[in-house]
């Protein structure tokens, strides 16, 4: 049971309280999605679970698809994305369906084309170096991107009110990181050095990236997106005092304004433990927690000043079900009952998962519910 006093719903950093206040008053107080409900740290009748990459590589359906098209064929087709998207979560009767999309999309718009290459993942051809290189990129083209949205139509037609349908775009620094480096990257040397050495054009660059990010969001709102997933997948990279300076404000502004498009918002990264605090700045309304943390000591640290998703670590679902359950039930325990928590893994399930143990999951989360309730 929640031991949360009513108060504490109202009560966040900043200024966001009245923002969540009006969001919430737009949602009588027994209704919503159970996933809705619970990233507003609304009670719910059990904890809703969604997972991480849910659509991908470990799923048969997913690959007969992709045998016949391209990660980004799909992406762009409406009908082929929001079948992706569907068989996925029906396939594992979640209770939130994320629109299947890439993160990098917003980059093709701005400019700046990629291609996934086999094996190495996204290759940017023309990285952003130069204060130039910022000054070219474009923030009018994001209608572009509107496949995304379209695709959002046909999952919310198909689905109605009976799953939380959650948007996603990447987070100025992430999408920056992969713009700056050209691909993935392990020491973000280039990255650091535009943002220690020139500044003003770091400082323009994500500017122009949440303009971006947030026209893209509204899209996805209007499509009829519930919830905006913001990846901020390797700000785990920085260290606090670089996050405060370099990314939270701009971070900020679009946290406020996809809220003020009146939905809530996930704000998720990875080895993000010592930044949590910080990130909870930004006046998200979830934060993503991954598996380093526990899932008790990390809410406490935020003084559950936020709802938070998690946190299991994906490689469990390479484990034996025996041990998968315990962990489950671990993690369930340390959230113990509160309200605002979503059950996830710490980050998206890995190729060669066993589909089923991904479905296991979600019985376990079902199973622990059932137990609470009647003793
Ligand atoms: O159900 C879902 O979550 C699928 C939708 C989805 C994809 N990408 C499709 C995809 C989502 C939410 C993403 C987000 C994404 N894309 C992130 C943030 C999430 C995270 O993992 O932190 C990032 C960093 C990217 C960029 C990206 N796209 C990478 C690094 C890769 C992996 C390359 C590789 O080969 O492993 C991709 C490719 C990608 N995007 C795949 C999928 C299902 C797998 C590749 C494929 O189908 O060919």
């Keep these: 049971m929640s031991d949360q006093k009513p108060s504490q719903v109202s009560e966040s950093v900043g200024g ?28 719910v009748d059990r904890t809703p679970v969604w997972f991480l990459r849910q659509a991908g590589r470990y ?32 396939k594992l009767d979640v209770d939130a369906a994320i629109i299947f999309a890439d993160l990098l999309l917003p980059l093709e718009s701005m400019g700046l084309p990629f291609e996934f290459q086999a094996g190495e993942g996204p290759v940017i051809h023309q990285p952003v170096r130069t204060a130039e290189d910022v000054a070219r990129l474009r923030t009018d083209k994001t209608g572009d991107l509107i496949y995304v ?8 037609a198909h689905f ?11 987070a100025p620094f992430t999408l920056a990181s992969y713009m700056i480096e050209g691909g993935g990257s392990r020491n973000y040397i280039e990255t650091k050095k535009l943002m220690y050495r ?23 709102v209007e ?5 905006i997933q913001i990846f901020d997948s390797w700000v785990g990279a920085l260290c606090e005092e670089d996050y405060r300076e370099f990314v939270l404000p701009v971070t900020t502004t679009l946290v406020r304004e996809v809220q003020a498009m009146g939905v809530p918002v996930i704000y ?47 490689i469990t679902l390479f484990a034996e079900p025996e041990l998968i359950r315990n962990r489950v039930r671990n993690i369930l325990a340390k959230a113990g009952g509160r309200p605002g928590h979503i059950f996830n893994l ?16 979600v019985k376990f989360v079902r199973e622990y519910a059932q137990e609470m309730q009647h003793g």
Aim: glycine share 10%.
């Design 16 to 43: 966001v309280s009245e923002e969540l206040g009006a969001r919430s008053g737009l949602l009588p107080a027994s209704s919503g999605s159970r996933f809705v409900r619970a990233c507003l740290r609304r009670p």
């Design 59 to 90: 799923m048969p359906e997913y690959m007969a698809v992709r045998k016949h098209h391209s990660l980004l064929e799909i992406c762009k087709k409406p009908e082929l994305a929001a079948e992706v998207t569907i068989t996925a979560a029906e």
């Design 149 to 156: 949205a379209q695709a959002i139509e046909k999952v919310v």
């Design 160 to 170: 109605k009110d009976a799953l939380g349908i959650i948007g996603f775009t990447g």
């Design 198 to 220: 020139q500044p003003d054009a770091w400082r323009l660059l994500l500017e122009k990236l949440a303009i971006v990010l947030r026209d893209y969001a509204r899209q996805q």
């Design 223 to 227: 499509g009829g997106a519930d919830v």
């Design 268 to 314: 998720f990264g990875v080895d993000s433990a010592s930044l949590l605090p910080a990130m909870k700045e930004t006046g998200a309304d979830v934060l993503g927690l991954d598996w380093r943390t526990p899932l008790d000591v990390a809410w406490r640290d935020l003084d559950y000043g936020c709802a938070v998703q998690g946190n299991l670590d994906p």
């Design 346 to 361: 710490g980050h998206g399930i890995a190729p060669g998962t066993p589909v089923e143990n991904v479905q296991a999951v």
